[in-house]
């Protein structure tokens, strides 16, 4: 970590300046963090042992029925609630944020795995989509189609709003250049590949900060892989990034009780979990309570990534790479591209103000997240067409939003 917040500021909007200023403080991190990381995967093998054993596997036609208990839809109603509650932001509430640069952060690397993956024309279903705060990515990218899915009923609406290009009239209107539908629903529970069955095949998935949520029960969790299989085409890609779980369970364990945490955020575990320890032969259901300054405030589920790489596996992935955010950081700050884009961004800040750039405390709580990339296995059937786009609308009513529920 950084020794004073001077070490960490990137004092000039020239191009070549960012890269000078920037680029040192990382990589003078990089050794420790990569031993880190070699630490943190010895210490958690008790989670990461392989895939479970269950009843309900993988059926290639979509036919496997995965069960709900009535606790978890009550955990997965907590959540949506809590997204639906949060207000709309205008930008001045936006730029007072205590973990403002965090969330651009954030945002500078959504916007590079979308550069990375996303190709003009694509077919873009977008989980978890909240209220459509990648929108304007996928714009720029130049898809084709988009599907957006999500279970908060405020959040959709708010998308909705988004797309339309009415949310702030303080705004020029923005007319998006593709196609769209809505759709509120848990992408968790329901068979989405029917729903979309008109739709698909997509090109690419998105889930951004969400497929946690699916990790308490291995229902849910196999529910969400065999919708995004789906729903994708041979050789389409799933991008998406989640908590690190060999990270929150370190951390765990080097804190005297069971919460740890920081200025921005904290992270606290039940008393069942007292001792630290996790059996491999139990990788869904681990909860914790996370609270992340003006953004989060609810219950979450520990994803130890050998057991979701494994789950995957079963559902034709195959994983092309998987980056703890500070790596990834450190790994796409070298392209002059993404330089610019965290310039453009403001992550960093100018070095103006003190408060311009990314604290310490935000840059400790990106180290809690990562990202991922799959592709599905096999070649694009050239016979096959791509996801209609007749089915979108380059305007979209209140009475276009599709909600679906445990029928499909």
Known sequence: MFQTQSEFHCGSVVLLQVVRRCLPPFAAF???FFLRRAQIQVRLDVISLGPPQSRARHDPQGGAHFLEDESTKIFARKVADHYSARSNQKLEEQEASPIIHLKKLNNWIKSVLIQLYARRGDA??????????DLIKWDKAKIGYYVGIDIADGSIKDCRTHYNGDADH?????????????????CYEVRVDKVLADDAPFDICSCQFAL???????????QALANVSALLRPGGIFIGTMPDANVIIKKLREA???TFGNSVYWVC????FFDKKFKSSSPFG????????????????????DVFKSLA???DFELVFAKNSHEFVHEYMKKSEFVELMRRLGALGDGNQDQSTLSADEWEAAYLYMSFVLRKRGQPDKSQSSARRDRGSMHISEEDIMYISTDY
């Open 286 to 305: 681990i909860k914790y309570t996370f609270h992340l300054e003006d953004a989060v405030d609810c219950p979450e589920w520990i994803v130890p990534f």
């Open 124 to 133: 873009v279903v977008d989980l978890a989509c909240g209220k459509g705060g």
């Open 170 to 186: 303080h705004q020029r209107w923005k007319r998006f250049t593709f196609p769209a539908r809505l759709i509120c629903g848990d």
């Open 313 to 315: 596996e079963e559902y």
């Open 256 to 258: 005297e009780g069971l």
């Open 212 to 222: 946690h949520y699916s990790w308490s029960t291995e229902a849910r969790a196999r």
């Open 30 to 32: 990089s050794g420790d």
């Open 269 to 272: 575990f039940d008393e069942e």
